[in-house]
């Protein structure tokens, strides 16, 4: 049974950047496709990012659109989340979460695949990330 694990959050300033890794372990992430998810206080849950098992396709919501990137490292078997230029607002619990599928297209109707695979997510256990002065 695939697991996931978040790591790289803490405490950032304002403009500043961070690195979040989520890692697998048990199983191989090659046939997966990640998204990252985060939740910050009071708020629901936003669905801001996906990656495709292949790579080829990646989404962003334009809440973190140019500001952050997302690639794929398969010999470390981890999915990178590159944050720069944080703001007070991306101050969340973030999440990665996988679900088997080669054919899940990261585009702009990714979630709507997603969901209907929901049965099969795998998901971490979430990493903080603070911005503040």
């Known amino acids: 049974q695939l697991q996931l694990e978040e790591s790289g959050g803490g405490l950032v300033e304002p403009g500043g950047s961070r690195k979040l890794s989520c890692v697998g372990s048990?199983?191989?992430?090659?046939?997966?496709?990640i998204a990252w998810f985060r939740q910050a206080p009071g708020k629901e849950r936003e669905e801001f990012s996906c990656?495709?098992?292949?790579?080829?396709?990646?989404y962003y919501a334009d809440s973190v659109k140019g500001r952050f990137t997302v690639s794929r490292d398969r010999v470390k078997n981890t999915v990178y989340l590159y944050m720069n230029s944080l703001e007070v607002e991306d101050t969340a619990v973030y999440y990665c979460?996988?679900?088997?599928?080669?054919?899940?297209?990261?585009?702009?109707?990714?979630?709507?695949?997603?969901?209907?695979?929901?049965?099969?997510?795998?998901w971490g256990q979430g990493t903080l990330v603070t911005v503040s002065s």
């Open positions: 990656i495709s098992s292949s790579g080829g396709s990646i």
């Open positions: 979460a996988a679900v088997p599928s080669a054919s899940l297209a990261c585009d702009g109707n990714w979630y709507s695949a997603w969901r209907r695979s929901r049965h099969l997510e795998v």
């Open positions: 048990r199983g191989s992430l090659e046939f997966y496709a």
